[in-house]
């Protein structure tokens, strides 16, 4: 399984951005693809998670009600829609797949190259 996301920059807070990962190949029939990040000096968090068939959908909670986690899994493509930026949410974003609905890295196996968020204030 190889994961590549993409979709970072720079944004005023407030602003949007929508993150990308391309992926190829599966872990499971039902995998579970999660959004983590990383702001220096801290421990990767979780952000969001979806279950292959995307009946679903959980959240870290405060990116709740901001953040939208999606699948297409034609173009097998996992998608964050990010809204309400903050400063806070300023981080290296990874995406990563596993077969348990977790909120823990160690959960997940396999992992793409991160890629940059940051929100201006």
């Known amino acids: 399984v190889q994961l590549q996301a993409s979709g970072g920059g720079l944004v005023q807070a407030g602003g949007s951005l929508r993150l990308s990962c391309a992926t190829s190949?599966?872990?499971?029939?039902?995998?579970?693809m999660g959004w983590f990040r990383q702001a220096p000096g801290r421990e990767r968090e979780f952000v969001a998670g979806?279950?292959?068939?995307?009946?679903?959908?959980w959240y870290e909670d405060s990116v709740k009600g901001r953040f939208t986690i999606s699948r297409d899994n034609a173009k097998n493509t996992v998608y964050l829609q990010m809204n309400g930026l903050k400063s806070e949410d300023t981080a290296f974003y990874y995406c990563?797949?596993?077969?348990?609905?977790?909120?823990?890295?160690?959960?997940?196996?396999?992992w793409g190259e991160g890629t940059l968020v940051t929100v201006s204030s």
């Open positions: 990563a797949s596993g077969a348990v609905a977790s909120m823990w890295p160690v959960d997940y196996d396999y």
């Open positions: 190949g599966r872990a499971s029939s039902d995998d579970v």
């Open positions: 979806i279950r292959y068939s995307a009946s679903r959908q």
